[in-house]
């Protein structure tokens, strides 16, 4: 198993960037397809991006891609959200989150271990 930390988050204003960062420990992340979702306030819980176990490839929402970057170091056992061009739609608790599915599953039913969140505040 997994453990999942996300220190962080935190408020910006609209335009900037922040870098999220989740701890793993337990297992390595590069055993694991990881993926960061997001939770605004009244709204169902959405994919934002992850990695794949298998390939290694990176898939993104439309909503964030060419905004937001996805990375992991195997040496730290971390994954990282860079956040740039924020946006207030941008707010909301943001997890990290580990699972065993191949490719790079949009569904948070296809990860089995989360970290606490983090919330993510964009002014505008």
């Known amino acids: 198993q997994v453990k999942l930390v996300e220190p962080g988050g935190g408020l910006v204003q609209a335009g900037g960037s922040l870098r999220l960062s989740c701890a793993a420990s337990g297992r390595a992340v590069s055993t694991y397809g990881m993926a960061w979702f997001r939770q605004a306030p009244g709204m169902e819980r959405e994919f934002v991006g992850g990695?794949?176990?298998?390939?290694?490839?990176?898939v993104y929402a439309d909503s964030v891609k060419d905004r937001f970057t996805i990375s992991r170091d195997n040496a730290k056992n971390m994954l990282y959200l860079q956040m740039n061009s924020l946006k207030p739609e941008d707010t909301a608790v943001y997890y990290c989150?580990?699972?065993?599915?191949?490719?790079?599953?949009?569904?948070?039913?296809?990860?089995?271990?989360w970290g606490q969140g983090t919330q993510v505040t964009v002014s505008s």
């Open positions: 990695f794949s176990r298998d390939s290694g490839v990176t």
């Open positions: 989150a580990a699972g065993l599915r191949i490719g790079v599953p949009r569904s948070n039913r296809d990860y089995g271990f």
